[in-house]
């Protein structure tokens, strides 16, 4: 018997949605201004800003593991509260600290705060989001990282040059509470049970820190995440060696009206036909992408670069996680942790190493051979997952009554 279409829109899955957006708005929003501020109000030099990204993904890592346990031991509402309220504080505390250790401090308990708050947002999600429609409605989910990274860095910069730093620090204060308001208002689905094991340990075993089955597909995710570190953090210094400065400014627009075309078909074919007949394309279309990106002398080509890169990296991110959350359904906390710590590692140690290449070779050599790196991660990708059996998909679960 044909199954009626369960709906993806719903209340609770908006609510997911925005406080993920409004989460990852200030992350971006910060991410680009916070080692301006360091530099031209704090007076610290190049390599100590450095430190508040590294400290606020250090905090990130090492407390997803903890979320992913706590998620399933305590719940997914409460740590929602925990986390929000976390991330909203230490936005708060931005406001009257002024001193470079005290940003420091400050940048710690919000890495603390984001890394919690976007596991148990991830885990929500997977909740929310019907069986038979993971792949599309996971996909769409991920638009709000795709979304907050195109609209932060553009919003933090014009707030500091046409105001003040202050200014930026109230309007992430205030983003900070939409997601908190936005996060008190999810709701469980009604035939969802929440199987929690209370009487399981509040801090993991170390051989219980990272769910096992979660790690292959994770690793895979970390590779190419080390070469997508230089595109998030060095595309617009390239684009200005290159003579490409306007052009750059719309690198990341053309990325997410990619995304948002692309969106509604990727995520309904992974569920139609499989992850891989998704995923492997997504990741040779990355890295043409790449490529392209390391021959770009003009803004057509720049643009195409992140057209293709869009469409290839910005589609395998969701369906990798979509992966790990069908691996183990009934610990969705734990898998997303799982998966989002290792890809962490990947761009922290990215962004620091292709920094360091990039000064020795230059950035149109570093795309360049990242982009073999990427092509590479299709046999890793088969290696480590993609001659395992698929879970079944949404054809065969439609109509197998």
């Not at 991920?142 to 202050?166: Q, R």
């Amino acid at each position: 018997m044909l199954k009626a279409k369960q709906p993806l829109w719903t209340k609770s899955f908006l609510s997911v949605w925005f406080s993920n957006f409004f989460v990852f708005l200030v992350f971006y929003l910060m991410f680009v201004t916070l080692p301006i501020y360091t530099i031209d109000v704090l007076e610290v030099d190049e390599g100590q800003s450095g430190l508040i990204i590294t400290v606020f993904l250090l905090a990130a890592i090492l407390i997803r593991p903890l979320a992913g346990q706590w998620i399933d031991t305590i719940g997914r509402k409460p740590i929602v509260i925990i986390s929000l309220s976390l991330f909203l504080i230490s936005a708060i505390f931005y406001l009257f600290v002024n001193s470079f250790v005290l940003i420091l401090i400050v940048r710690f308990l919000q890495g603390m705060g984001f890394g919690m708050a976007t596991t148990v947002l991830g885990a929500l999600a997977a909740d929310v989001v019907p069986d038979q429609r993971k792949g599309e409605g996971m996909g769409y989910f991920a638009m709000s990282m795709n979304f907050a990274m195109v609209l932060g860095p553009f919003l933090g910069l014009t707030i500091i040059h046409s105001f003040s730093f202050f200014s930026m620090f109230m309007i992430c204060a205030l983003f900070g509470a939409v997601a908190f308001t936005s996060g008190l208002m999810i709701r469980i689905p009604a035939n969802f049970t929440e199987k929690l094991n209370p009487t399981q340990s509040f801090l993991p075993r170390m051989n219980g820190l990272l769910e096992k089955s979660i790690v292959p597909i994770a690793l895979t995710g970390a590779v190419m995440a080390l070469a997508y570190s230089g595109v998030l953090s060095f595309v617009s210094v390239y684009a200005k060696e290159q003579g490409l400065e306007a052009a750059a400014s719309y690198f990341f627009v053309v990325y997410a009206v990619v995304l948002l075309i692309s969106r509604p078909f990727t995520g309904k074919w992974f569920d139609h036909y499989g992850e891989n007949i998704v995923v492997i394309p997504s990741i040779i279309l990355f890295g043409i992408g790449m490529l392209v990106l390391s021959f770009a002398n003009s803004a057509p080509l720049l643009l195409t670069a992140g057209g293709l890169i869009g469409l290839g990296w910005g589609t395998i991110v969701p369906s990798f996680q979509t992966i790990a959350l069908k691996k183990v359904p009934n610990r969705a906390g734990s898998a997303t942790a799982t998966f989002f710590t290792i890809f962490d590692i990947g761009i922290g140690i990215g962004s620091y190493v292709v920094g360091a290449i990039a000064t020795g070779i230059g950035f149109s050599s570093l795309y360049f051979n990242s982009s073999f790196i990427i092509f590479a991660a299709v046999f890793i990708y088969v290696a480590l997952h993609g001659r395992k059996k698929s879970p079944r998909t949404y054809l065969e679960t439609k109509y197998s009554n």
